[in-house]
């Protein structure tokens, strides 16, 4: 009887599981249309690297401006 008992439990723990992983693959079926939009989000996003090359274009034609213009930072005309 006591082996009967044993293998209930085991039965149960097994079900148990089953059922665990039935939700666990019904969460991951609803995270999956997430993760590509992400995915896709960030592959638009600019890397680090290009950034810091940006910023380094806009510094040298700032730079380029303000040699062209003699030096002086034109002022916007007051409205």
Not at 40 to 57: F, H, I, M, N, W
């Amino acid at each position: 009887m006591a082996e009967e008992q044993r293998i209930a439990r085991i039965e149960a723990h097994i079900a148990h599981m089953q059922t665990d992983i039935a939700d666990i693959k019904a969460t991951l079926a609803q995270l999956v249309p997430m993760i590509i939009r992400i995915d896709q989000k960030l592959s638009d996003t600019p890397t680090q690297a290009e950034v810091a090359e940006l910023r380094g274009r806009v510094e040298e034609q700032s730079k380029f401006l303000q040699l062209a213009l003699g030096g002086r930072r034109e002022r916007p005309a007051a409205e």
